[in-house]
């Protein structure tokens, strides 16, 4: 039985409240808003290529933010509040540059500007929150809490496609940046409301205090080791979805044949994410139980067969089915990842180790976006060839991470 001192429920869910947020303002941009932004101001021809340069650009900045709160989080503290200060400047940039997006006239600069200062920003807001779940001392709250991070996270994005597609199909301009802008203004300030009060449990004597730091320095060198095998199995199985999305758009538009493509987005991404909460939540609470490691590596595997055969159907109703196999996967896999990152890295530097292991998303999110715009640019986006290269190649990744966490688990 975990004894562990113990935290409230609302500290878990309030600290956690800000990925609804900036999952909300990730995926209105990824799926929808970047998509058609880059689409007005490029050659048609051009679209994919240019789309993949600009993402990964901008992600690639994301991972500067995210590290930079990360590590200095742990170690530079502001009016003795190591985490707050960071959340504050990242929601605040962010806000504002929601707002300018809606002045500014849009060139291709500009929309490269605007997403380098996004992705930025909210990564420097995430990086000074992820440290947190690895903070927390039950092994069976992190499981939960890793769970509720996974669910929010979703319902963020199911927000993000759901608000965000009603917003650019209705006549009010500028909605959607608007609505997102207040989404995070509001679960930035119920993340620094949450953080600002937090009491953790006294971990008893000093004794007891010493013997479990002690315990925990003498396993860094195995949990190090461990910890690196688990970025680079996480950075393939985060490489199989995240570029995707960008990209989910002209699929529908090209392949599906769907007349309102951005309808459909939203539809299929608010159901496939509906599905990915529902396991997050229920894995991630009893991932301590069924085994972290054997879920991880049962997501990758799984993953990798509905991705691999999504382009040879041309039917939105077998496009739910399998995403809704690929979403439920996911949602488990993000959430649990997380969680076992949380058991491995050393509590005296959780930001930096935290950051690290972000850097299994946030790489991929840099990557695969480019990868995806050139197989598009290579093998036509406008043909099923171009998108049998795309979703082969994300398949292909899943199954090297589920391989390479596989072993993992075994070392």
Do not use: C
Request: charged share 10%; glycine share 10%; hydrophobic share 50%.
């Amino acid at each position: 039985m975990d004894s562990s001192p113990r935290l409230t429920n609302r500290f878990i869910i309030g600290y956690n409240l800000l990925y609804l947020g900036v999952n909300y303002l990730w995926i209105s941009f990824e799926a929808l808003i970047l998509p058609l932004q880059v689409s007005s101001v490029v050659n048609p021809a051009e679209m994919g290529i240019m789309l993949g340069m600009t993402a990964s650009v901008g992600n690639a900045f994301g991972i500067f933010g995210n590290l930079f709160s990360g590590i200095f989080s742990d170690r530079i503290r502001f009016w003795k509040d190591k985490r707050s200060p960071y959340i504050i400047a990242g929601v605040t940039v962010v806000f504002f540059t929601l707002i300018g997006e809606t002045i500014v006239t849009k060139s291709i600069y500009e929309v490269l500007a605007g997403y380098i200062l996004l992705q930025a920003f909210s990564n420097l807001a995430i990086g000074a929150t992820q440290p947190i779940l690895a903070e927390i001392e039950s092994r069976e709250q992190r499981g939960t809490s890793a769970g509720i991070n996974g669910l929010f996270s979703l319902i963020g994005s199911a927000l993000g496609f759901g608000i965000t597609s009603f917003f650019l199909a209705s006549p009010l301009r500028n909605g959607d940046l608007y609505s997102i802008a207040a989404g995070i203004a509001i679960t930035g300030a119920g993340t620094i409301f949450a953080i600002k009060n937090r009491r953790f449990v006294s971990l008893g004597s000093n004794l007891s205090r010493l013997r479990i730091r002690l315990a925990r320095i003498r396993k860094i060198p195995i949990n190090m080791r461990k910890f690196s095998r688990l970025i680079i199995g996480s950075f393939f199985v985060f490489s199989g979805i995240t570029g995707l999305t960008y990209f989910e758009l002209y699929f529908f538009k090209e392949i599906l044949n769907v007349s309102d493509p951005a309808t459909y987005v939203a539809i299929a991404g608010i159901l496939v994410l509906a599905i990915s909460a529902v396991s997050s939540i229920a894995l991630g609470h009893f991932s301590n139980r069924i085994g972290r490691w054997n879920i991880v590596v049962a997501d990758a595997a799984i993953a990798s067969i509905p991705t691999l055969i999504i382009p040879y159907f041309r039917s939105f109703y077998i496009f739910l089915l399998l995403g809704s196999v690929i979403g439920a996967t996911y949602g488990t896999f993000y959430s649990v990842s997380f969680a076992i990152a949380g058991d491995l890295v050393p509590e005296h530097e959780s930001g930096k180790y935290m950051s690290i292991f972000y850097l299994a998303l946030a790489g991929a999110s840099t990557i695969s976006p480019l990868i995806y715009g050139l197989m598009l640019f290579i093998f036509n986006q406008s043909s099923s060839s171009g998108f049998v290269a795309l979703f082969t190649t994300s398949s292909l990744f899943y199954m090297i991470g589920a391989v390479v966490l596989y072993l993992a688990s075994k070392s």
